[in-house]
């Protein structure tokens, strides 16, 4: 059960982040949301209150951190609407 751990390792991230990630959403697509067993990386998507925020999380989160590879899409709200991400993506939640 690949996305469980990739889900409560993602929680734990974003809440270690403290004020960078506050009324930030994230979110988790692809094969590890599908819990596929041969899953060979994390896609996730970060939607942010701001550019600056964007920015600041960029910088913060390492992407070889987990135990799979972690390719990260940061976006504003605003843009996620504007391209319907979240649909597109089929993503789930996955933090607050």
Known sequence: MIRQRVVTSLRALAASLGPKAEGSQWHIFGSVDRDEQDAEDIDL??????????DALRR???PDALE????IALMTFEEAVEIEAARVQC???IFP
């Open 68 to 71: 799979l590879p972690l390719h």
């Open 45 to 54: 998507m970060i939607l942010c209150n701001s550019d600056d925020q964007a």
């Open 91 to 93: 993503s789930r939640a």
């Open 60 to 62: 913060a989160v390492d």
